[in-house]
């Protein structure tokens, strides 16, 4: 079994500033792109930013120069600085990784349970 488990969504000021982290555990194998996604209400999930297993990233426009995206591979976390927050970014965040389970011969997707994100203005 393999599980995402997401942290550090919350309530902010508009302007300000958080930090979402997503630690995958179980039976890992090895683990290739990791990413985060967000929904807002009645609208489709989107991809905020991710980030391959050699380190390079990419961004929604929308979140580019305000957002920033890292991993720490040896605890098989991914990690979104959230800053300049806007009450655009309200959202429930999804983080999601490609995984090889230690049984399987493939990569899988995996998603996390989500955290919400509210941004008051």
């Known amino acids: 079994q393999v599980q995402l488990v997401e942290s550090g969504g919350g309530l902010v000021q508009g302007g300000g500033s958080l930090r979402l982290s997503c630690a995958a555990s179980?039976?890992?194998?090895?683990?290739?792109?990791m990413g985060w996604y967000r929904q807002a209400p009645g609208k489709q999930r989107e991809l905020v930013a991710g980030?391959?297993?050699?380190?390079?990233?990419n961004y929604a426009d929308s979140v580019k120069g305000r957002f920033t995206i890292s991993r720490a591979n040896a605890k098989n976390t991914v990690y979104l600085q959230m800053n300049s927050l806007k009450p655009e970014d309200t959202a429930a965040y999804y983080c999601?990784?490609?995984?090889?389970?230690?049984?399987?011969?493939?990569?899988?997707?995996?998603w996390g349970q989500g955290t919400q994100v509210t941004v008051s203005s």
């Open positions: 179980g039976s890992i194998f090895s683990i290739d792109a």
């Open positions: 999601n990784a490609r995984i090889r389970a230690i049984t399987a011969t493939a990569l899988t997707d995996y």
């Open positions: 980030i391959t297993s050699g380190g390079s990233t």
